[in-house]
C-alpha cells in the first residue's frame, strides 16, 4: 500500500478526486486498486507490490495561489490531474505534492532530451523555469528533513511552486516543440529527412507510406495531417454547413446505435443521409462514419441490453448492424471507425476474448463489404483511470496492442481527447500530460488520429447517463435504472470554462499534436451545442443558436497551418507568446 499525505491540509483532497484518480504502474498503464481516503491521507491499495505511482486531480488555481501565499504573478494552472513517479511501498507516507512536483520535473528534463533542446540558451524562458523549478523541489527536499512543524507551511509552499514552475515549463516546451516541427511536418521536408536518413525509398510523399522514426517512438507519415470535425445528424442548418465548409478537411458523422435503430429493426437514417449527401455531392468533402459498434454510455439502444447475458445473440446483432449501416454508406463514406471503448467495458460484461471477438467481426465485415475503405478502431478514456476500478476492463494501449498482436487488420488507432466534463475519464489535463499520452500510444508504429478532441466553454455541472455495472454480483435491477451519478471535479485549465480559454485549449493541443509526425488527423467532437448531447454539454464550435464561438476561427487557422497555407504564429502559442514573471521565492 501506498499513503500520500496532502501538505495544503486547508484544501484537503475531496473525495471525487479520488474517486476517480487512478494507480498507474510502468508506462503509464493503470493497475487494479483501490484509492481511498481517510483523515485527509490518500491511501492506494494495490494488487501486487511493485513500485507504482499516483494519478489524481490537484488544485492550481488562483484561490490555492493566493492561500498558500504564493507570488501572485504565477499564472493559474487550473486544476487538472496529475501523477507521481513509479514510488515502492514503505511505511512512511510519501508527501503528495512533492512527489507530483517530482515527477513532472523528470518528465520536462526526458522531453527535453528527447525532443534535443539541451541546446536551448540558459536565459531562454523555458530554461529559466526548469531551474527554477529544480532548485524549489531541491529546497523542499532539504525542508522535508526538517521535523519541527513550522516547516510545514513552508514545505507546502515550496513543493507547490516547484509543480508549479514544472508544469509552466513543460506547457512551453510542448508549444515550442510544436512550433519547431509542424513547418517541417507540414511541408514533407521531416518525411523527406527521415528517409534519407534510413536510405529508403517507399515510394515518394503523398502515397501515403510510412517510414519508422529513427530518433523516438513511432512513425512519420508522408502525408499533411487533416483536420475536421463530427457533425450532430439532429442538428442541419446553414451556419453549421458554412462552419464546416470555412473549418474542416473532411466531416465526420456520428452513428450512435441508439439513434440510428433506437427500436429493434427500425432504421432512422434520416439525419444520417442529410449530413453525408450534402459532405459528398456539395461539400466534396470526405466523409469518415462510426462508430458503427459503440458501447459508451448513453450511446445503446435500450433494447440491446435485453441480450446482455446471451453472447450469441448479442454478436449476430452486432455483425448485422455493421452489414446493414456499411452496404447503405459505402459509396460514400471513405473511412470508417470499427469499433470504439470495447477496452472499458461499461456496457456489457464482455470476457478478453469477446472484445476481440467483436472487433474482428466489425473490421473484417467492413473489409468485405468495402474494401477500399480505411478501418480504425477507437480508444476512449486514453489515460485508462477505469481500470483501477473496473476488473473486468482492459487497459487502453493494451487493448491496441492485443488487436494488433490478434492480426486484425485495422489502419488507423484512434484516441478521443475529451476533457473538462464530469465523467470518469475527462478530468481536465494540462498539454505536458496531454503530450505524453500520445507520445505513448505512438509505440504502436500506427497512425493516430484524434477522433474526437474537446473542451467546454462554459461549466458543465453535472451529466445523467446510464450506469450499468459489469461487475460480479452486482445488482441486476440497477441495469434497468438511469442514475445521476455524483458529479466529481471536472477540473479546469487555466482561467477555467470559457469560450476564449476553449479557443485557446484547441489552439494549443492542435498545435502540439499536428507537430507529431505519427498523427494524422485532428477531429473537433462536435460542430454546435447542444444539452442533450452525449459527448460534452457546451464544447461546440457554434452555439445551439448557430452563433460562432471563437474556436471556429482558432479550427480555421489550424486548418490553414495544417495546410500549409500559413505559418504557426503566436495567436496557435498564447502560452508560449505570454513573458514569465519569475517568481523571487524561485
Excluded at 470476457?351 to 480504425?376: G, N
Aim: overall charge negative; glycine content about 6%; proline content about 7%.
Amino acid at each position: 500500500m501506498l499513503t500520500f499525505i496532502p501538505l495544503d491540509a486547508a484544501a484537503s483532497v475531496p473525495a471525487g478526486m479520488v474517486r476517480h484518480g487512478a494507480i498507474l504502474g510502468p508506462e503509464g498503464v493503470p493497475v487494479v486498486g483501490e484509492l481511498t481516503l481517510d483523515d485527509g491521507h490518500v491511501h492506494a491499495v494495490k494488487s501486487s507490490t511493485d513500485a507504482a505511482g499516483l494519478s489524481l486531480m490537484v488544485d492550481l488555481t488562483a484561490e490555492t495561489r493566493d492561500r498558500l501565499g504564493l507570488p501572485s504573478d504565477l499564472d493559474p494552472i487550473g486544476a487538472v490531474v496529475l501523477q507521481t513517479c513509479l514510488l515502492p511501498e514503505r511505511v512512511r507516507p510519501y508527501l503528495l505534492e512533492l512527489e507530483l512536483a517530482r515527477h513532472r520535473v523528470m518528465l520536462v528534463l526526458n522531453k527535453l532530451e528527447e525532443w534535443q533542446l539541451f541546446d536551448l540558451p540558459a536565459e531562454d524562458e523555458i530554461m529559466r523555469l526548469i531551474d527554477a523549478a529544480r532548485r524549489t523541489m531541491t529546497r523542499a527536499l532539504v525542508a522535508q528533513r526538517e521535523e519541527h512543524p513550522e516547516s510545514v507551511a513552508e514545505l507546502a509552499r515550496s513543493a507547490y511552486l516547484a509543480l508549479w514552475l514544472a508544469i509552466e515549463a513543460s506547457e512551453r516546451l510542448c508549444l515550442l516543440e510544436g512550433a519547431r516541427r509542424l513547418p517541417e511536418r507540414v511541408s514533407g521536408a521531416l518525411f523527406e529527412t527521415t528517409v534519407k536518413r534510413l536510405g529508403e525509398d517507399p515510394g515518394g510523399r503523398g502515397s501515403g507510406v510510412t517510414v519508422l522514426n529513427p530518433d523516438r517512438d513511432g512513425i512519420v507519415l508522408s502525408t499533411r495531417p487533416a483536420v475536421g470535425c463530427a457533425v450532430p445528424p439532429s442538428s442541419f442548418h446553414d451556419a453549421g454547413k458554412s462552419a464546416v465548409e470555412r473549418a474542416c478537411d473532411f466531416v465526420t458523422v456520428p452513428m450512435r446505435w441508439v439513434d440510428l435503430e433506437p427500436s429493434e429493426g427500425e432504421y432512422r437514417f434520416q439525419g444520417t443521409d442529410r449530413w453525408i449527401e450534402w459532405a459528398v455531392r456539395t461539400a466534396k468533402k470526405p466523409v469518415v462514419g462510426g462508430p458503427l459498434v459503440d458501447f459508451r454510455p448513453g450511446c445503446v439502444p435500450d433494447w440491446l441490453y435485453i441480450w446482455e447475458n446471451d453472447y450469441e445473440t448479442l454478436r449476430e446483432l452486432v455483425f448485422e448492424h455493421v452489414k446493414s449501416v456499411v452496404t447503405r454508406y459505402r459509396r460514400t463514406v471513405s473511412r470508417w471507425t470499427a469499433v470504439s471503448g470495447l477496452h472499458a467495458n461499461v456496457a456489457f460484461g464482455l470476457s478478453f476474448e469477446q472484445m476481440m471477438d467483436l472487433t474482428r467481426i466489425a473490421v473484417l465485415l467492413i473489409r468485405k463489404l468495402h474494401p477500399q475503405a480505411k478501418v480504425q478502431i477507437e480508444i476512449t478514456e486514453p489515460w485508462g483511470e477505469y481500470f483501477t476500478h473496473t476488473r473486468q476492463a482492459l487497459p487502453p494501449s493494451l487493448f491496441a496492442e492485443m488487436v494488433a498482436q490478434a492480426g486484425i487488420p485495422v489502419d488507423t488507432v484512434g484516441v478521443r481527447v475529451q476533457t473538462g466534463v464530469p465523467r470518469r475519464g475527462a478530468g481536465a489535463r494540462d498539454l505536458g500530460e496531454i503530450s505524453a499520452m500520445l507520445d505513448r500510444y505512438s509505440v504502436l508504429d500506427r497512425p493516430i488520429a484524434l477522433t474526437a478532441i474537446g473542451v467546454p466553454s462554459q461549466t458543465v455541472e453535472s451529466v445523467v447517463r446510464e450506469e450499468r455495472s459489469t461487475e460480479p454480483g452486482a445488482d441486476a435491477e440497477a441495469h434497468d435504472d438511469h442514475i445521476e451519478t455524483p458529479a466529481p471535479l471536472s477540473g479546469t485549465w487555466h482561467a477555467g470554462c470559457t469560450p476564449e480559454t476553449q479557443a485557446d485549449w484547441l489552439s494549443c493541443v492542435g498545435a502540439l499534436a499536428l507537430a507529431k509526425p505519427y498523427v494524422q488527423t485532428l477531429c473537433w467532437q462536435e460542430l454546435c451545442d447542444s444539452e442533450a448531447s452525449p459527448e460534452m454539454p457546451h464544447a461546440g464550435l457554434l452555439t445551439a443558436s448557430g452563433e460562432p464561438k471563437p474556436a471556429l476561427e482558432r479550427l480555421v487557422e489550424l486548418r490553414r497551418v495544417a495546410s500549409g497555407e500559413i505559418l504557426i504564429d503566436d495567436r496557435l502559442a498564447p502560452i508560449l507568446a505570454r513573458p514569465v514573471a519569475m517568481p523571487a521565492m524561485a
